[in-house]
């Protein structure tokens, strides 16, 4: 018997969805132990969710001053219940294909993958990406039809260190993915992604971002704007291929950087400037990002996971001086942070 017959391909994107983010996991987690001097092993934690469904969580943390990684984590998640009519009359206002006027509550699946990695190395970025895919359905009978379903992604490094040949690779693996499947995505996903990760009380951004949508589907696309008309991928099918083929670029986005620096030497200055930029992470996470905010008002959330992005240790100072130097390495890394750029 052949691997075709043995392993028939799934039929509902859900469970598509639920076999890619799966391997996925699994071969991140797999490079990222590889990549790691000295070894490590991340800890597997699989969970469950009273209203239904659960994931897997795979985390890593260290304290020691040679470690790769002094916090990593690769979670997935499917999780599935119902949407009250509230939600939905919400929802419809992106989603055309929702009655914004119905009165019953309706099945809904949910399942992404989520990554952060902090290393421990200041010359090292930090990494961020979430994948996902969300569907509504129309009854919670067998033959239930999809009557609403789309795609969300996010990327985005965060270095407390410039180097421009990091940015122009970070940058260009992801163009070169979103050029494939139409030349008006990465210039919109990238706005998109800056003007995400502002942390207006500072006047600066998180880092030199990546690329972020949402809502992707066949309907028209608020971030695409007034270029939704252009040719785009629209289908499911070419949605899906499109979140896999970023998906499987994490590798060559990312691994190279991170071997670059994580041998690179560093000094107590670095260090004390790397904590004040986790120090940032952690503003944005909790007082900016709304994904958090969404995620711990859940019903049976686990706040464990959706915290996970969190850096281990992180630091403030009052009216810190490490700024004023501008022509200092951290003096020109703040340059960009204050004004994002072009990086291909």
Known sequence: MSNAESSPIPTTMRQRVIDYITQLQDGIINALEDASIPPCQFKRDTWSRPQGGGGISCTYASSGDDATYEKAGVNISMIHGTLPPAAIKQMSSEHSSLDANTMTALPFFAGGISLIVHPRNPNAPSVHANYRYFEVMDSTEKDAKVVGWWFGGITDLSPSYLFEEDGKEFHGTLKAVCDAYGTALYPKFKQSCDDHFFIPHRKE???????????????????LGSVDGEARLRTADDIFAFVRALGDAFPSSYMGILNRRKIMPSDERMRRWQL????????????????????????GVNAENVLMGMPEMARWEYMSDMFEESDSAEGKMMEVLKSPKSWV
Do not use: S, T, W
Request: aromatic share 12%.
């Open 205 to 223: 951004y998180r880092g030199i971002g990546g690329i972020r949508f949402d809502d992707l589907n066949d309907e028209m696309n608020a971030i």
């Open 276 to 299: 004040l930029r986790r120090g940032r992470y952690v503003e944005f996470n909790l007082v900016c990002e709304r994904g958090i905010k969404f995620g711990l008002a859940a019903p």
